[in-house]
């Protein structure tokens, strides 16, 4: 079993999101207090119109995807590789580990401004041509062009592309799609054309804040939008973020691309389930599953727990073959916490005995050592340096031997 976390964009926002996390995350609380609005009282009672405002559903759906996320780790659910749809990117480099929970939201709340103010700038929108091949939708954005700035902004799943441009290019966009054979052409209800060339000024903005951004490599690869290829590399991230504001968002090819990876389990962290009609639209014979609430991450970690604990039997001569799973060390309280460097290895990686210190969770003056309960390979951190956390968060994970 493979599995890889996909994190949504602008659109799966929804009044009433992620509140089952409002009491027992501190992710809601500090997003209030960086944003300068109450996150948790606009998921309670804010209206879908409010929720639409681009300064406001990036973050709301940034910090309810990461904290379906560690709710997830917290039920020792783990990727192999994560991706994300446009603003999910971000939320997908959390769970990568190349950024922290902190900084990821600093980067969101600048990506919404700065997009919001080039829209103001740049007027424009979007439109979701259906029944077309992206190949046919190009055709017919050269033909409505005319001069004017129209591009395929998001190429989502097959029969399912979305353009964005000028008003007078969209407007002549429907009768050129449907020449080609388009089923429908449907005006989306966005505040402005995000991936297209109308968003260079943004784009431009945006990597000031990224050059800045305390990203590192990732210990999960990413497929990422621009490509549609996998990666761990900081330097090549950084480019690739700057060029999704303006570039086509190609995730039909990423999911192909995790099924040809060997990817035969899709957990869609966060609100709504978008991405799981595009993924089944695009490959057979990969499960995917939701984990947008309390209810469904619960589902999720029960049904690959009962995978991953199973029983395979091989044949008469083998017998059975037990699956150990990993092991976990858990946060023993609030704060930060700063894992510590490994002094043990050998030639297949880090160990630790038991008893060895694995970091420690600062709050203060206080400090609470993080030690290892057994000796075990170190396998992956899924917290970082300075990332706050709370009690019995999961922080590494371990494979005894």
């Not at 809601?28 to 109450?38: F, I, N």
């Amino acid at each position: 079993m493979s599995v890889a976390f996909v994190f949504p964009g602008q659109g799966s926002q929804a009044p009433g999101m992620g509140l089952a996390w409002a009491d027992s995350t501190e992710i809601y609380g500090w997003a209030s207090a960086v944003l300068g609005w109450d996150l948790t009282k606009m998921l309670r009672s804010g209206s879908a119109d409010e929720l639409r405002q681009t300064y406001v559903a990036q973050p709301a759906i940034f910090c309810v995807s990461v904290a379906a996320l560690r709710a997830l780790e917290e039920a020792g659910v783990r990727p192999e590789y994560v991706a994300g749809h446009s603003l999910g990117e971000l939320s997908a480099l959390v769970a990568s580990g190349a950024l922290s929970f902190e900084a990821g939201l600093t980067l969101v709340a600048r990506r919404a401004e700065v997009m919001q103010r080039a829209a103001d700038a740049n007027p424009g929108s979007m439109s979701s041509v259906l029944g077309l091949s992206v190949e046919g939708v190009e055709m017919a954005v050269t033909e409505a062009a005319e001069g004017g700035v129209l591009a395929v902004a998001n190429d989502n799943a097959p029969g399912n592309v979305v353009v964005s441009g000028e008003w007078p290019a969209l407007e002549r966009l429907p009768v050129a799609a449907k020449e080609l054979g388009a089923k429908r052409v449907m005006p989306l209800n966005v505040g402005g054309a995000f991936h297209s060339p109308l968003m260079a000024p943004a784009a431009d903005a945006f990597r000031s804040f990224l050059a800045a951004a305390p990203l590192s490599d990732c210990s999960v690869p990413l497929v990422a939008n621009a490509t549609a290829q996998p990666t761990t590399s900081a330097a090549e991230l950084r480019e690739l973020l700057g060029r999704q504001l303006t570039g086509r968002i190609r995730w039909t090819e990423s999911v192909r691309r995790l099924a040809d990876l060997g990817v035969d389990t899709i957990v869609e962290v966060g609100p709504g389930t978008v991405l799981a009609g595009l993924v089944k639209r695009t490959v057979k014979g990969v499960r995917v599953l939701p984990a947008g609430d309390a209810a469904e991450v619960a589902a999720v970690a029960d049904a690959l727990r009962q995978e991953s604990e199973g029983v395979a039997t091989s044949d008469g001569n083998q017998g059975e073959v037990v699956v150990l799973p990993e092991r976990f060390a858990v946060s023993p309280g609030h704060g930060r916490f700063y894992p510590a460097v490994p002094t043990r290895y050998t030639d297949e990686g880090p160990y630790v005995e038991a008893g060895d210190l694995l970091g420690e969770v600062r709050n203060g003056a206080n400090s609470m050592p993080v030690r290892s309960p057994f000796r075990g390979w170190l396998m992956t951190h899924l917290a970082w340096e300075g990332e706050l956390v709370t009690p019995g968060q999961i922080l590494l994970s371990l494979r005894p031997f």
